[in-house]
T-cell receptor
Framework: DTAVSQTPKYLVTQMGNDKSIKCEQN?????MYWYKQDSKKFLKIMFS???????INETVPNRFSPKSPDKAHLNLHINSLELGDSAVYFC?????????????FGQGTRLTVV | SQQGEEDPQALSIQEGENATMNCSYK?????LQWYRQNSGRGLVHLIL?????REKHSGRLRVTLDTSKKSSSLLITASRAADTASYFC????????????FGAGTRLFVKA
């Protein structure tokens, strides 16, 4: 069973479109995250949710709106896509909102904006 | 700049050799973790070392932590071609919630 799954794996879209990436974890974890990895492999946290509540919002443009319908799901909706949004987006989860817990990552969604 | 910075950025070695990757960070930490990322895949947790620990082992992995120098190293002994991946160190930070801050990674290539 896939622990953290995100869909789609690849997403190619035009500038200005709105798109969503879905993430689900079956680990029973309380905390979920979205990370963005750029072309230089630099991985940066975007959002953190703990029990459906937003904990961290790292100065991400408000075109990015995460939604957590329940603690097993954290979806990422992006409005008015821009070229600079092209990157690989990773969903992750951990048991608790603590710095000493292992994070489990999804396979990533490669977003290409053309 | 980034909390964790790995060195070197890229490393190419022969199978059977040891690979050492270093990580430096700027602020005080409670924990430091190492992750591995195969090409086109998500990150996989390798090992966590706490700030009161100096060394930790897991199979062929050996991690050291020097809090006075704010640095850590990951040693992979007897490397294999399957170890080819990017390796990231990650440190914890509190900003109203814990977040894990990743470095830019070391790309390791092990030649068979």
């Amino acid at each position: 069973d896939t622990a953290v799954s995100q869909t789609p794996k690849y997403l190619v879209t035009q500038m200005g479109n709105d798109k969503s990436i879905k993430c689900e974890q079956n680990l029973g974890h309380d905390t979920m995250y979205w990370y963005k990895q750029d072309s230089k492999k630099f991985l940066k946290i975007m959002f953190s949710y703990n029990n459906k509540e937003l904990i961290i919002n790292e100065t991400v443009p408000n075109r990015f709106s995460p939604k957590s319908p329940d603690k097993a799901h954290l979806n990422l909706h992006i409005n008015s896509l821009e070229l600079g949004d092209s990157a690989v987006y990773f969903c992750a989860s951990s048991q608790q909102d603590r710095g000493d817990t292992e994070a489990f990552f999804g396979q990533g969604t490669r977003l290409t904006v053309v | 700049s980034q909390q964790g910075e790995e060195d070197p950025q890229a490393l190419s070695i022969q199978e059977g050799e040891n690979a050492t990757m270093n990580c430096s960070y700027k602020t005080s930490i409670n924990n430091l973790q190492w992750y591995r990322q195969n090409s086109g895949r998500g990150l996989v947790h390798l090992i966590l070392i706490r700030s009161n620990e100096r060394e930790k082992h897991s199979g062929r992995l050996r991690v050291t932590l020097d809090t006075s120098k704010k640095s850590s190293s990951l040693l992979i002994t007897a490397s294999r071609a399957a170890d080819t991946a990017s390796y990231f160190c990650a440190t914890d930070a509190w900003t109203g919630g814990f977040k894990t801050i990743f470095g830019a990674g070391t790309r390791l290539f092990v030649k068979a």
